[in-house]
C-alpha cells in the first residue's frame, strides 16, 4: 500500500467524522439549553405553587380565626 493511499483513507475518514463529530455536539448544547430553560420554567411553576399554597392557608386561618371568635 502506498502511503498516498494512506493518508486518502486517512483524511478522507476524518472529512467525515470530524463534521459528524461537531454536529453532535453541537446538537448536544442546544439540547442542554433546551433542557436548562425547561427547568427554569418548571421552577418558576414551583414557585407560583409554593405562593398560592402560602397565600391559601392564610386564608384558611383567617376564616378559622373568624370562626374561633364566634
Avoid: T
Avoid at 25 to 35: F, G, H, T, V
Avoid at 36 to 57: C, N, P, T, V, Y
Wanted: glycine share 4%.
Amino acid at each position: 500500500m502506498d502511503w498516498i493511499q494512506v493518508l486518502v483513507i486517512v483524511f478522507g475518514n476524518a472529512a467525515w467524522v470530524l463534521p459528524l463529530f461537531l454536529w453532535s455536539r453541537s446538537e448536544s448544547r442546544a439540547d442542554n439549553r433546551q433542557m436548562l430553560s425547561m427547568m427554569q420554567g418548571i421552577q418558576s411553576q414551583i414557585i407560583a405553587i409554593q405562593q398560592e399554597i402560602k397565600d391559601f392557608h392564610g386564608r384558611l386561618c383567617a376564616i378559622e380565626e373568624r370562626y374561633r371568635n364566634k
